[in-house]
């Protein structure tokens, strides 16, 4: 099998792991009130945690740039990363715990956490321009670099930085309850 | 905004708290009486996040009051 179709493979099936493991965990006989305070107060924690490992990563793709050699090892983990790029995305820019029940969901994507959220994607949005023009800045003093590898340096600074942002404001909501 | 045609910082005040208090109510159960997490209500309260008209309006009434009894603006 291709190496890029066993990375995207592999990132599908992590997620299902950590889906199934998440779903096993879940406390049962909450409320729809208790469910969301569990769940928005476990996103605080997880958001940061999250960033990092988005991050960690990056070692992949870090340790091969400039250079044309690129393994089926690097293109798997490329592709893994890939998926959790656009999973990340997904629950940046919905509601995110998409299998949990839509009155729960409606309730943890409440004022507070939308008007976070929103703040949080104007950061990934300042932080991916500034990274791009970065980039397209690098390139004017000869450093070469391929389409890819700008779009993955594009995304490794916007994605955690939204992360990151929404973690710290999550938790502050959190501070003095 | 006025405050912000003559450079004076302005806040959203309440007595959300106080009069949570007063009841009897904790943020949970003004939470659920409203319709949002404990989180905005802790936001509310500790001047974090200002809510819009439409949550204002919810928490004054789940508390008895009018929304200018709850928040008032402060220079």
Not at chain 2, 36 to 64: C, M, Y
């Amino acid at each position: 099998m291709d190496a890029y179709l066993m990375g995207l493979a592999a990132g599908i099936a992590a997620g299902v792991i950590i889906v199934a493991i998440v779903k096993l965990r879940a406390v049962k006989l909450m409320s729809v009130a208790e469910k969301a305070e569990y769940l928005s107060k476990r996103r605080a924690r997880m958001l940061p945690a999250l960033a990092v490992i988005f991050l960690s990563q990056q070692a992949a793709f870090l340790s091969t740039l400039g250079s044309r050699e690129q393994t089926s090892a690097y293109a798997a983990k490329v592709s893994a990363w890939l998926v959790l790029s656009i999973v990340i995305l997904a629950a940046l820019a919905t509601k995110g715990f998409w299998l949990e029940p839509k009155a729960v969901r409606d309730l943890i994507d409440d004022e507070n956490t939308r008007a976070n959220r929103n703040d949080a994607m104007r950061w990934g949005f300042l932080f991916s321009m500034a990274a791009a023009i970065a980039v397209y800045a690098l390139t004017l003093f000869n450093v070469q670099m391929s389409a890819r590898d700008a779009v993955h340096i594009v995304l490794t600074i916007g994605i955690p930085a939204a992360l990151i942002r929404w973690g710290v404001l999550e938790r502050r909501a959190y501070r003095d309850a | 905004m006025s405050g912000a045609r003559t450079g004076m910082p302005e806040r959203l005040a309440s007595r959300l708290k106080e009069r949570r208090t007063e009841l009897g109510l904790t943020q949970a159960e003004l939470a659920e009486r409203v319709g949002v997490t404990r989180k905005t209500v802790n936001t509310v309260e500790n001047g974090v996040f200002t809510p819009s008209a439409t949550l204002a309006i919810k928490l004054a009434q789940a508390l008895g009051l009018s929304v200018e009894q709850l928040f008032w603006i402060e220079r």
